[in-house]
Nanobody, 118 residues
Framework: QVQLVESGGGSVQAGGSLRLSCEAS????????MGWFRQVPGKEREFVAA???????HYADSVEGRFTISRHRVKNTVYLEMNSLKPEDTAVYYC????????????WGQGTQVTVSS
């Protein structure tokens, strides 16, 4: 059983910062990548950022330069540092996990709300 536990969401004013965390646990994991997606009501879930355990990172154009994804050196944990937040960043943020042998991000967290007020 693979489990993703997210933390760190909340409310902040525009221009502020938040840090999200996500820890993966369960059976022996051979992680390929972990990432973050977000969703607002009535819209499809969209990609935010991803971190390959081999070292690469990828960002959506909308967050490039403001968000930073990183991983814990030892733990199966990924972080999303969000700076210069904008009201349009308001969404439920979901952590996602891709493991070896899987097809894309096959495991998801429960989501954490991020609200940015103007």
């Amino acid at each position: 059983q693979v489990q993703l536990v997210e933390s760190g969401g909340g409310s902040v004013q525009a221009g502020g910062s938040l840090r999200l965390s996500c820890e993966a646990s369960g059976r022996t994991l051979r992680i390929v990548a972990m990432g973050w997606f977000r969703q607002v009501p009535g819209k499809e879930r969209e990609f935010v950022a991803a971190k390959r355990w081999s070292g690469g990172t990828h960002y959506a154009d909308s967050v490039e330069g403001r968000f930073t994804i990183s991983r814990h050196r030892v733990k199966n944990t990924v972080y999303l540092e969000m700076n210069s937040l904008k009201p349009e960043d308001t969404a439920v943020y979901y952590c996602a996990l891709q493991i070896q042998g899987g097809s894309g991000f096959g495991y998801w967290g429960q989501g954490t709300q991020v609200t940015v007020s103007s």
